[in-house]
């Protein structure tokens, strides 16, 4: 009896060292040559369940660094397509993912531990093949690489489905949020993966010179204005660099839906383009900024070789035009620094154009966006009193008058013979005590086929 009572113990004893054991090991037993990778299969959607046809992802290893996590070999591993055969049968650090048609994907050899699904940069996979081929240990980035810049992603990873879990991402804190970290188990068949991601506006243009040729691999600096669909007379506005490929185009991700403006500056040559919308449901293409001046005329900034920061007065400003056109008409504007109306006359007819003439509230919504300040506008009624006029001879079918009194003065209406628009895109008349008179040193100028017709300058300061 006791000798049944020891075998009994023997075989206990046996079962708990066993299941303690395989508890430990996660119960999967360890293979040769470290052949710990896992299998995952799914489909990536989006946030309206839409399936994602041939979307591209990643599947990153990660480890913990000073009380953080980072990709394993991120600055000398390369993505590596899963097509690629594992020679070492060890697990890749990165792979490369592409859905189907129907958003699914099936993927082995998955790296498995603490891992993080992302959205990589478009120009980063773009850039690829130039990197296997071109990047030499110890001779650095080669020059086409270095263009790209700091990419964003085109795409963010929402959510990540694994099971009854599913892994959120704080989309809130930032756009540029990498991706969801969760952990996989070694050898383990993954399915039925839903992974949730949202796609970012995009904003393409290209930049040319004035003689079409494009600006090639080149960068420069970028004002992106905004405007909110809802209320654009509210807004944001900021600016930043650019940098264009070989065919002179460059992408930004966009954070909101709205209005955008976007003005460049390559050297000495600037440019601009908008105001557009652009949404979910509206984006704009072939969006073409074209500079002033082709590029033999590119020269370095004077402040850039002197230091000197100081702006000449007004009148002594000779500042290359910088013409905006209007997509919805087809005319070109540009902003001019003048020191009256008559002299900013006197430059719209030496340019061939005259002082803008504002149709419609569509082109006095175009304007107050490009140009966001106070500038003289065409309307006068020097010929006749009362009888407003474009200095071009166009009949006035349009007007935009203030109704804030913003800038009293003592000037009777019979004295105000000229017309500035203000911040806030309406008009105010002006005359020779006008405080607005004063504070005014800019106008805009249109060209559209008719050029200023000359007006007979009166005995008063408006003229001076």
Known sequence: MKKQHVIYLI????IILVTEYCYAND???KLANNQESGKISGKVVDPNGKPMSSFIFVIHSIKEEKSQTVPIGRSSKQIQPIEQKNKDRKQPSTVKV????DGSFDVSNVPTGFVQVYVPPESVMESEKLLNSKLTPGKGIPAELILHGISEPDATVV???????TYFNNVGVSRMAKGITFKLKPLHNYKEVVITVKQHLKLTAKVVYSDGSPLKNSAGSLNIQF??????????GGSEGFTTNAEGVFTKIINKPGFYTLSVKYNSLKGGIGPFLLNDDVQPENLVIQLDGISTDVK?????????????PIAQQKKNIVWTINPT??????????????EAQKTAIKEGAHLVSINSEEEQFWLTTIFPQR??????????????????GEPATYFNWSTRNMYPDNDSIKEKDYAVCDFYGEWEPVGSDSHLRKMTRHAIIEKDGLVSIPIPQKNNKVND
């Open 11 to 14: 075989i206990i004893a046996f």
């Open 27 to 29: 119960r999967i037993p």
């Open 98 to 101: 592409i859905t189907r048609k």
């Open 159 to 165: 959510s990540t489905k694994i099971g009854n879990i």
């Open 227 to 236: 405007r909110y669909e809802e209320n654009p007379n509210s807004g944001t």
């Open 300 to 312: 370095p900034s004077l402040i850039r070789l002197f230091g000197n920061k100081r702006k000449a």
């Open 329 to 342: 008409n087809g005319h070109a504007y540009a902003l001019i620094p003048c020191n009256s109306w008559q």
């Open 375 to 392: 500038f003289w506008i065409g309307l006068n009624d020097v010929k006749e009193e009362g009888k407003w006029q474009w200095d071009s």
